[in-house]
């Protein structure tokens, strides 16, 4: 009989969800506008009044427009104005379908799927009786390959959370290596003290986003006023690869960078370990998101699992914003072949649940370990669902690939025409992104985007962002190109 080992190493061989086996075939949302269409500035009058009236109640100083959603559809965003705008940030990368997809409506209306909606249950206590049917075809169906176990959560941040603790728990276990635990343990984790609660860590890297809530902040190195006031623990933070684009011209630069990085998390875990405060794992995402889009090469991340396999760490990968089949394939780590499949992989966002997926060693073995009320939602569940179906019927990783690499190309088109402007062009599937010169420039093109009708991101300083949806084709594509080449121009009057 295959060792469990071996297993693993064959399933790794095998994507979740094979492009190459699925035409691309995507079914445009019928209700979809033919183009964007500006009425008014964005915020316009409409907009205005009603963030007067909302901020009445809370602090709105995040809120860009009001949004018709009823009238928003398929790949365009319609805001409370009616202007009509081209989306390529789609509610910060977690609109797997676009807008009002007519399957994920249809699920809705189903009687049968009537209660998911208005029973929200204490999923860990009570699960509804179609829980693991559910479970295996949504999250299951598309788990990352060798990862056999899947735990619901309600968001990012909480998922990453809870897969720090299923990291703390393994390492403290294996440590204890079949002794139970002590009443000392015990008495003293009640009170934060050791050793119940031992000095240990997590490592992450500069420019990360994980979260914001108080365990994944700290592993969240992007912008100062996330984390000013809050008391932070000392973990070990590592430099993340800074590379040059393209990539495939500067490897030889990209390896020595990456090469230091890597020489940089070997000496943080021994510093860490002799200062009696191990890491017990490392937590990175595939391509750092909202630090500014930077990548690193799949070389990388298999030294990463090189180094966490030899110092008994996890390897926490967050997909949160790179899974779901926006990097071309379903999870982003894919493109990687490591040697074994990740110990832990989070996720949310176009997932429409939060959760992750892990192996069965990162599964603890008491109750009420990895908990809360709710952990998840069925409702989110049954649309997940269709979204895979729909994944799976339309080949949407094969679409995200191809219309992806039409893209980065583009950009690439426009950057060599205005080099002193833009820089850096750079995507994985539809995961794409571009520098400009400064973060004014940068801000300066994403108002004159939006004031043409397209909506799109920012992220770390200087760099645009986009992450449309998986049903994002050519034809949107090339509006948006037009028009991004139309307001650089611009910009250079
Ligand atoms: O400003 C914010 O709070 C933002 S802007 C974009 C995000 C958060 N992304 C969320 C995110 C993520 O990109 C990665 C890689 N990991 C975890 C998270 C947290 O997810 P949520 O927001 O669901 O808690």
């Known amino acids: 009989m295959a060792t469990m080992r071996h297993l693993r190493r064959v399933v790794t061989a095998t994507p979740s969800l094979k492009s190459a086996n699925y035409g691309t075939a995507v ?22 009044k009603l963030l007067k009236e909302l901020d009445a109640i809370q602090n709105t100083g995040a809120a860009q427009f009001f949004v018709d959603y009823d009238r928003s559809q398929g790949n365009y965003i319609v805001d409370a104005d009616g202007n009509v705008l081209l989306d ?38 009570f699960p509804p009786k179609d829980w693991p049917q559910k479970l295996q075809t949504a ?20 998922s990453i959370e809870h897969a720090q603790k299923a990291c703390f728990i393994t390492y403290n276990s294996r440590l204890r290596g079949g002794k139970s635990i002590t009443e000392e343990e015990l008495q003293t984790a009640l009170m934060n003290k050791e050793p119940g609660c031992p000095p240990q860590t997590v490592m992450s890297f500069k420019n990360a986003f994980h979260g914001r809530t108080m365990g994944a902040l700290a592993l969240t190195h992007t912008k100062p006023i996330h984390k000013l006031d809050l008391p932070q623990p000392d973990w070990p933070i590592a430099d ?13 630069e990209n390896r020595e960078e990456e090469d230091r990085c890597l020489a940089q998390v070997k000496d943080l875990i021994e510093k860490y370990q002799k200062q009696g405060k191990p890491p017990v794992a490392i937590a990175v995402e595939p391509v750092q998101s909202e630090g500014g889009d930077n990548h690193a ?37 894919e493109h990687w072949n490591l040697r074994e499949p990740p110990d832990i992989v989070t996720f949310a966002k176009k997932m429409m649940t939060g959760g992750f997926y892990c192996s069965d060693k990162f599964r603890p073995k008491e109750a009420y370990r990895i908990f809360n009320t709710w952990v998840g939602d069925p409702s989110k569940v049954v649309l997940l669902q269709e979204v895979v179906n729909t994944i799976k019927q339309q080949g949407l990783l094969g679409n995200a690939e191809q219309v992806g690499n039409y893209v980065t190309k583009g950009l690439e088109d426009v950057q ?33 985007l939006r004031k043409k009708g397209i909506n799109v991101g920012s992220s770390g300083i200087q760099t645009i962002r986009l992450r449309p949806t998986l049903v994002f084709e050519k034809k949107h594509a090339h509006i948006f190109l037009e028009i991004f080449e139309s307001v650089v121009k611009d910009m250079q009057k």
């Not at 977690?94 to 929200?120: C, T």
Request: charged share 15%.
């Open 27 to 48: 079914q445009t949302n019928p209700a979809e506008p033919p183009g964007p269409n500006m009425k008014t500035d964005c915020p316009g009058p409409e907009s205005l």
């Open 88 to 125: 390529l940030y789609t509610q910060i990368a977690s609109l797997p379908l676009g807008y009002n997809h007519p399957s994920l409506a249809k699920a809705m209306s189903r009687p049968e799927n009537l209660s998911a909606f208005i029973n929200r249950p204490a999923l860990s206590v």
């Open 139 to 158: 999250l299951l169906a598309v788990s990352p390959p060798g990862l056999n176990q899947v735990q619901t959560m309600s968001c990012g941040a909480c």
């Open 240 to 252: 993340f690869p800074q590379l040059k684009y393209p990539l495939d011209e500067f490897t030889r």
């Open 297 to 333: 090469s799949a070389y990388f991340f298999q030294e990463l699992q090189n180094i966490t396999n030899e110092n008994s760490m996890g390897l926490l990968i967050d997909e949160v914003q790179t899974g779901c089949g926006i990097s071309g394939r379903m999870w982003a780590h």
């Open 416 to 448: 060599k025409m205005y080099p002193g402007l833009l820089k850096n062009a750079r995507g994985l599937g539809t995961l794409i992104a571009i520098d400009f010169k400064d973060p004014a420039s940068r801000d300066q093109a994403l108002q004159r």
